[in-house]
């Protein structure tokens, strides 16, 4: 890169520094030249999907609609996103590419930190993760962490998203199993398979209802039509009869009781694929906010990793910043 088309951007009044605002193009163009296998890994894995959603084109509809673009998971989760909502996650996510390295690279560079120097705000918004959700796979679990999830749930999350805090149970955790009937992840996956929806899976059907109580209410039992042959000539019901009328009750009863097991099973059964839903988006959420976390905490450490394309090598050979320093252009 020339010493002119070398980016110098104001992070204040007083300071410069040599970093594009778009941090994540900016390596996402430069991916090849990247030795750092963490940082290498979230431009691959991240950066490069999250333009492309955002560079997608959409269908207008009238009255100002769209049609979402969707993608489908290997679990058969199908996700609509808006471009222009990847896109504004992304300039979030730049300002805070763009603000970690730049206080790394003045700290680094200065005697004294100036006094305007932007304060870090490192803790993740669930705002900001529901926006990218439809496009990285967590729809459904990030809108049960920001509505009715449990306070040991929310707890998780809010640690999770504390970029540079210690975090110790990242991979551990796995949601409460409230989850199963909690109200906004059954209006999610209730949602009929339609284009405007952020969400649906073709597992669940349109009408999906919550589990059966566990406490069981016999159904009422009908009057019993009896035979001719039940009753004696005067009208009384004999032996046989009242043995059929026992054996149309008790038909009844354990009828109604075999149908509730019945009814209870399929809905167990219907609802333990909510399980396997949650998991697939727990273990997408839990890879990107690790490779999140990683690499923010190195480019905190080395922000001269994109200060040029290619550094002057060390003695030892090894480039001074990310990229390979014996590549030419």
């Known amino acids: 890169m020339s010493t002119q088309e070398k980016p110098s951007t104001n ?22 030249r990247i030795v750092n296998p963490v940082v290498r890994d979230f431009v691959r894995r991240y950066a490069k999907w999250l333009y492309e959603c955002a560079s997608q084109d959409v269908t207008i509809v009238p009255g100002g609609g769209i049609t979402l673009v969707r993608w489908m998971s290997s679990e058969g989760s199908s996700y609509g996103f808006n471009p222009a909502n990847i896109d504004y996650g992304l300039q979030k996510l730049n300002r805070l590419f763009f603000t970690v390295m730049g206080n790394a690279y003045i700290r680094q560079n200065q005697h004294s930190v100036p006094e305007d120097l932007p304060s870090l705000n490192t803790q993740l918004s669930l705002e900001l993760l529901k926006g990218l959700s ?16 449990s306070n040991q749930d929310k707890s998780w999350a809010n640690r999770a998203c504390d970029l540079f805090g210690e975090f110790r149970d990242l991979e551990t955790w796995r949601p409460a199993r409230d989850i199963e009937t909690s109200s906004s992840v059954l209006r999610v996956l209730a949602s009929a398979q339609s284009p405007d929806d952020p969400y649906y899976n073709s597992v669940f059907p349109k009408d999906i209802r919550a589990p059966e109580p566990q406490k069981y209410i016999p159904g009422q039992i009908p009057d019993v039509s009896l035979p001719k042959d039940c009753k004696d000539s005067s009208g009384y019901i004999n032996s046989y009869g009242r043995g059929y009328q026992q054996g149309y009750q008790q038909g009844y009863q354990q009828g109604h009781h075999a149908g509730y097991q019945h009814c209870v099973n399929d809905t167990d059964r219907r609802f333990s694929k909510v399980v396997f839903i949650i998991e697939c988006e727990r273990m997408r959420l839990v890879n990107f906010l690790r490779s999140l976390r990683q690499t923010l905490d190195i480019l905190n450490d080395d922000p001269l990793m994109v200060e040029d394309e290619v550094q002057v090598a060390t003695p030892d050979g090894k480039p001074t910043n990310g990229y390979r320093s014996n590549e030419k252009k």
Not at 11 to 32: D, I, N, S, Y
Request: cysteine-free; charged content about 25%; overall charge negative.
């Open 11 to 32: 992070l204040t009044t007083r300071q410069r520094v040599p970093f594009e605002k778009e941090v994540l193009k900016f390596l996402l163009h430069h991916e090849a």
């Open 134 to 149: 439809p496009g990285l796979g967590f729809f459904v679990l990030v809108t049960y962490l920001e509505t009715d999830a």
